[in-house]
């Protein structure tokens, strides 16, 4: 008998160590279980976006806390009334089916339990023998591994609901567009019956099986026949899809709480879709809505038709040529370097340094004019005299430093001035945050989608005072024509164009917001005529119109002089910092055509750069009378002939050549 007893023991520990190794070795596989939706939802946790999984499922994560008790009640009364009860796998269940299997000669009752049922969901196998017994000795496994909550909880997010939904959670909302925790008795029986049969029982294709399916559940229950028509197939939420990819991209699934705004979001969507016909020319466009307080984004819109042609390229992360939309970067830290101040004069005049001679957007120069009005109007001449005075290298490295992924044209090994009229790559997610910059004393930071990120540490950009300047100038731009805000409200802002007319911003903030805007085509093809002023800074205006009522902007307490009579005689007027004086055209020793006989020369423009303008013209010693402000001077020759051209800039610097007219 010992020796009996011995080796009965022996066995079992024997059965026990192969068990416990076993299950060591091939745990439970909760892939699929894992595998679930991404669901972002806004500040307040109102459901935004539910995205399919890899596979391509509705598969929402569910909870017994989150489903109507009536529904826990009958589904255990319906499918394992002894749940609680049970190591996993119910003996009487068994010969229950195996009884009615041997009495009819055709399966009756399965005689599994939701914890042999979750088995089977987690691993999809064929229904027969082998499965089953598969089915009983992981439901041991995982009722050994795991809570009976937990388990209900597995099955509730991936019992089959007909098509691609799984989950009561998703085929509460996809069926009855509402969350299952209000689920009445009759959708509560239907949701019940489903997955039983999902393919034949689908209440979208055969309502009258699937009502019948949710009478049969009621009468044997006791409930009151529902008089609820079939439900139809509701379409799940799917507000801000490019976020939803973004974070999807970068590993998120479940529940994912971001900074949007449910009510921002959706507004700034139907404004999209109600502007775009607008825009013309196939037309895309982007826009970020940001709280400046925390740099939270409220709104997110990577462009409008996310299942368009091209429309799965998110916009706001894109990185395209920003026009004249750094300009205000370029007068914010002249400010700090005490070049100029917002009144100082500055000369919007014909400027070439190097082979470099940028044009202003309207082909007209301006004489003199205050840093106030150059940023005002954007003329591009000044903006790259005083980038040539910050330095267009450390005017990058600022952009860096606060966080700007910028890129150069390829091919070009450093920054160089064009950067001020857009010669680099920027996206509209970092020009947000730049302008942020200035709304928040001059601290810039990365901008913040997730509810659960820390708060953004600020990096300076300039000086509060810069900022605050800065700002106070861009509130002077007066709106595009024909927008009148719908609600008063202080707005600093710039626009930008890039070359091509390929891209057009308009970027802005208050005191409390800042918004983005990009229009353009995806491919990046140009439309002519399309400028920042008359096609994204409209939709800024409107976009600023959605955001709540803000209290009026009041002067910040640091500036810088207002009056140029206040100024230090330094600062009264830029001088730059200028290149050699030199004769643009006509070039030296040109040859230049004279007409015949008696008819008159046809007229030279003469051209002038470097130096310090204005410029004084005289050919053969006898000075030629100033052009308009803004025009070139031309030169009417009398004849045939050579002829010494001279110029003289304000420093009596003089330069000349010699041409000749045949």
Do not use: C
Request: aromatic share 6%; glycine share 8%; proline share 9%.
């Amino acid at each position: 008998m010992r020796r009996k007893r011995r080796l009965v023991l022996g066995v079992a520990a024997l059965a026990a160590a192969t068990l416990l190794a076993l299950d060591r070795a091939v745990p439970p596989d909760l892939s699929r279980y894992r595998a679930q939706s991404l669901e972002i939802e806004d500040r307040s946790g109102e459901t935004l976006h539910i995205a399919t999984t890899q596979d391509g499922m509705w598969r929402l994560a569910s909870t017994p806390d989150e489903v109507s008790p009536h529904y826990l009640d009958l589904l255990l009364a319906t499918e394992d009334h002894r749940f609680w009860r049970h190591p996993g796998v119910d003996p009487l269940a068994l010969a229950r089916a195996a009884w009615q299997l041997a009495r009819s000669g055709h399966v009756v009752s399965g005689g599994s339990t939701l914890t042999m049922q979750v088995a089977r969901l987690l691993a999809p196998h064929r229904h027969d023998v082998a499965g089953k017994l598969l089915d009983i000795v992981r439901a041991l496994q995982l009722e050994a591994h795991y809570s009976k909550r937990e388990i209900l909880a597995m099955y509730l997010t991936l019992a089959p609901f007909g098509g691609n939904i799984e989950g009561v959670r998703a085929a509460s909302l996809a069926y009855f567009a509402h969350e299952p925790a209000r689920l009445t008795d009759g959708e509560a029986a239907l949701l019940v019956a489903l997955p039983q049969r999902p393919t034949t029982l689908r209440p979208d294709r055969h309502p009258e099986r699937a009502a019948h399916a949710e009478q049969r559940i009621m009468a044997r229950h006791n409930l009151e026949p529902s008089a609820e028509p079939a439900p139809e197939r509701h379409a799940l939420a799917a507000l801000a899809p490019h976020l939803a990819q973004r974070l999807a991209s970068a590993g998120a699934v479940g529940r994912v709480r971001t900074t949007l705004d449910a009510g921002v979001q959706r507004a700034l969507e139907e404004l999209a879709r109600r502007e775009q016909p607008w825009l013309g020319g196939a037309a895309d466009l982007a826009v970020l809505v940001v709280r400046n307080a925390d740099r939270s984004v409220l709104g997110y819109l990577g462009g409008v038709d996310y299942f368009a042609a091209g429309g799965m390229v998110d916009m706001v992360r894109a990185r395209r040529s920003p026009g004249s939309s750094l300009k205000p970067f370029i007068y914010g830290l002249a400010f700090d370097d005490g070049l100029i101040r917002a009144d100082t004069l500055i000369e919007d005049v014909p400027l070439r340094i190097g082979d470099y001679a940028p044009r202003n957007f309207d082909r007209v120069f301006h004489g003199t004019v205050t840093a106030r009005e150059a940023l005002q109007q954007s003329y591009n001449l000044p903006a790259v005299a005083l980038l040539q005075g910050v330095g267009p290298r450390r005017f990058a490295a600022a952009l860096r430093q606060a966080g700007a992924r910028i890129a150069l044209p390829r091919g070009t090994a450093a920054p160089g001035l064009p950067i001020a009229l857009g010669g680099l790559g920027i996206s509209l997610e970092d020009l947000a945050a730049l302008y942020v910059a200035l709304a928040d004393r001059g601290a810039a930071a990365k901008l913040r989608f997730l509810e659960a990120a820390p708060a953004p540490r600020g990096v300076p950009l300039m000086t509060e005072e810069a900022a605050a300047e800065i700002g106070e100038v861009l509130r002077g731009v007066p709106p595009p024509d024909g927008i009148a805000p719908a609600r008063p409200r202080g707005i600093a802002y710039k626009t930008g164009t890039s070359y091509g007319f390929r891209d057009a911003w308009a970027i802005g903030f208050s005191p409390e917001f800042t918004v983005a805007v990009w229009v353009g085509r995806v491919e990046g093809s140009p439309r002519p005529g399309a400028v920042g002023r008359n096609t994204a800074a409209p939709l800024l205006f409107k976009t600023f119109d959605l955001l709540p009522v803000e209290p009026d902007w009041t002067s910040p307490p640091h500036r810088f002089a207002a009056s140029r009579s206040r100024l230090a005689p330094a600062l009264r007027r830029f001088a730059g910092s200028p290149s050699t004086l030199e004769i643009v055209f006509p070039p030296p020793g040109a040859r230049l055509d004279a007409a015949p006989g008696d008819t008159p020369a046809p007229p030279i423009a003469l051209e002038a750069a470097g130096g310090v303008p204005p410029y004084r013209w005289a050919v053969n010693g006898m000075p030629l009378p100033p052009p308009p402000i803004g025009q070139t001077l031309s030169w009417h020759p009398d004849g045939p002939g050579f002829a010494r051209i001279a110029v003289t800039d304000r420093n009596e610097h003089t330069v000349s050549e010699e041409i000749r007219l045949q």
